[in-house]
Nanobody, 127 residues
Framework: GLLVESGGGLAQPGGSLRLSCVGS????????MSWIRQAPGKGREWVAG????????YYSESVKGRFTISRDNAKNTVYLQMDSLKPEDSAVYFCARSVFPFPGIELFRRLEEYDAWGQGTKISVSS
């Protein structure tokens, strides 16, 4: 399967950005999806995930209340709405496909449970 992210760029602190990730080559609606980020010099950090139907969403504590993950299975697309951005949100953001349709938060957090990754889109938050 192929995943392609878009929507990255520069934002000011307190601003907003919306990321999109389009999947192809697989049955998109059969997989949970996540957004995972990697800041310069750091490891990858799971940010948000939602189950295959979109009925359940999960967030890391660092973004809860500021980011919203959603999906449109008819468009094979997962989104990440990022509000109240902070400089520490600066990173490359990847969308990733879970091997599970309905994982719980512990499985969402395990990066080894993702079998397809996008190329990433860079977010920079700075005044």
């Amino acid at each position: 399967g192929l995943l392609v992210e878009s929507g990255g760029g520069l934002a000011q602190p307190g601003g907003s950005l919306r990321l999109s990730c389009v999947g192809s080559g697989f049955t998109f609606g059969h997989h949970a999806m996540s957004w995972i980020r990697q800041a310069p010099g750091k490891g990858r950090e799971w940010v948000a995930g939602l189950v295959s139907t979109g009925a359940e969403t999960y967030y890391s504590e660092s973004v809860k209340g500021r980011f919203t993950i959603s999906r449109d299975n008819a468009k094979n697309t997962v989104y990440l709405q990022m509000d109240s951005l902070k400089p520490e949100d600066s990173a490359v953001y990847f969308c990733a496909r879970s091997v599970f349709p309905f994982p719980g938060i512990e499985l969402f957090r395990r990066l080894e449970e993702y079998d397809a990754w996008g190329q990433g889109t860079k977010i920079s938050v700075s005044s």
